[in-house]
């Protein structure tokens, strides 16, 4: 069996704003009646968390559970235990209508770095999403474009904002967040 590499070796860019590729990360999407009390009883005993609220990420010991659409979460973990998840999760989940899979080697995982409103500047360019805190503040997941591509985005701190996207265009992404950072465009919208 070959072993996972991320989908850009850890590549990184420095602007007014720094890029990392963050590796390999676990990721496991479920799907399903999140409506249904039963349902989300099963799943937060599965997780240590509760369902969270629409747009919302909740923090766990284990990782984050992200809320993604009104049938969907992701809980994003270390890649190593993501299958561990998911045998406790389907276990959890049997006798519900659901679908648990291991979606991690198919998204790349971007960090976004910067000071003051540095990373909201450089993502506003990308993104038809309102990047000001008050519509996507510390803790909301926001699933949106860049550019031409799907993305989900969320701030974990007022500095720091993690891109999920699918690996197919994790060059392109990492292109766009490059070049979005470069010194000396910088908007100063914010």
Known sequence: MSEAVSALAGATSKGFVDVTEVGLVGMVTVRGDLGDAEFGKAMSAALGV???????????????????SPDEVLFVCAHAQAEARISTLSEALDGHHHLVANVSDARAVFEVSGTGSAVREALAKLTPADMRPSHLPVG?????????????????????????????????????????????????HF
């Open 50 to 68: 509760e369902v969270p609220e629409a747009r919302r990420m909740l923090v766990t010991e284990g990782g984050k559970l992200l809320w993604m």
């Open 140 to 188: 909301e997941v926001r699933r949106t474009r860049l550019a031409q591509v799907p993305a989900a985005i969320w701030f974990d701190d007022e500095n720091r904002a993690t891109i999920v996207c699918f690996r197919s265009v994790a060059g392109y992404v990492f292109g766009l967040l490059a070049q979005a950072s470069k010194p000396g465009s910088e908007l100063g």
